[in-house]
């Protein structure tokens, strides 16, 4: 006779353990977006300067014709030109880093406000629920109610374990993504360094390109896989970065396209993307048996509510 009423409460619960989860994410998320603001400012700032300082190379005849005659003018354009090159990249993937964490805020505001009066629901339907309780067995009444609440409390629980199931498989892929075109580009920089001519520096470049691409959506989902990692309270140590996932694309994206010609450095990057695919794929698996254990003990409740509800008199 308790289903119809249990199952509002349960659903209102849930949507009280959410609203609290919207709120400890929104506050993690508008501070990532405060500093990612802050760091965008920088580079902008950044590349202001250094266009300004390659227009007044330019512009400077006489200190042109100086750099010429010691021939060192060509040496300081380019490193000027990669400096302001590596700039840019940044700033592209802090603009999308910014425009994704923007999202990120309009999204869970927007659920907030649709979970505004949950919690007066729910004292609505909860005193419903006390009123019929009155009338019928007190002590198959009572067990119910603890079944019910302990139903509740494992649901939640399920909810927060499924989203950081979710949220870590997202982030594998885009990992293995990047990891896949970091490969590609160090075989092809192989290639070039023996020779390959324009075409072999083409496609290398185009595989980087892809990696900085790659790399961009792997920050995004570890970022999301972080928070929901708070919410199921899995404890984590990450050597790539002291700064936890979060952080992680900024780790070794600031080198990765510093020389299109430095194996080195595509070598570090392959393994700081596998070091953080090892760990992911980890907490996979942790994810998979918690989501099985908490499936189990659901039907471990629900079985002892449907029996006890079956043999009441």
């Not at 004292?123 to 067995?137: C, F, G, N, P, S």
């Not at 920089?189 to 390959?196: C, I, K, N, S, V």
């Not at 996979?284 to 918690?290: F, R, S, T, Y």
């Amino acid at each position: 006779m308790w289903e119809d009423v249990n199952s509002q409460l349960d659903s209102l619960r849930l949507q009280m353990e959410e609203k609290k989860r919207c709120a400890s994410q929104l506050d993690e998320v508008e501070r990532e977006l405060r500093e990612e603001k802050e760091k965008n400012a920088s580079l902008r700032a950044l590349l202001d300067k250094d266009e300004a300082l390659a227009d007044k190379l330019r512009k400077a005849s006489l200190v042109h014709l100086f750099h010429a005659i010691v021939g060192n003018l060509e040496e300081d354009e380019e490193q000027l030109t990669a400096k302001t090159v590596q700039t840019k990249i940044q700033l592209d993937a802090s603009d999308r880093a910014i425009s994704h964490l923007s999202s990120e805020v309009e999204r869970i505001r927007s659920r907030q406000i649709e979970l505004k009066y949950v919690e007066d629901d729910y004292q609505r339907r909860l005193a419903i629920k006390a009123e019929e309780i009155a009338k019928t067995d007190g002590s198959v009444a009572k067990k119910l109610a603890e079944l019910s609440e302990d139903r509740t409390q494992l649901l939640a629980r399920k909810h927060e374990i499924y989203e950081a199931r979710s949220a870590a498989r997202s982030a594998e892929y885009a990992l293995r993504d990047c990891l896949d075109t970091l490969k590609k580009a160090g075989r092809w920089g192989t290639a070039d360094l023996l020779g390959g001519g324009m075409i072999i520096t083409a496609i290398k470049r185009d595989y980087m390109d892809q990696a900085n691409e790659n790399a961009i959506h792997a920050q995004n989902a570890l970022r999301t896989l972080a928070r929901e990692l708070k919410d199921v309270r899995v404890a984590l140590s990450v050597p790539l970065h002291s700064e936890g996932f979060g952080r992680f694309a900024d780790y070794f994206f600031d080198g990765l396209i510093a020389d299109w010609s430095a194996q080195s450095e595509i070598r570090e990057s392959e393994s700081a993307v596998s070091t953080a695919l090892d760990q992911v794929e980890d907490i996979v698996g942790k994810m998979e048996k918690a989501a099985a254990a908490i499936d189990k003990q659901i039907t471990n409740v629900e079985t002892e509510r449907d029996e006890l509800i079956a043999k009441a008199k």
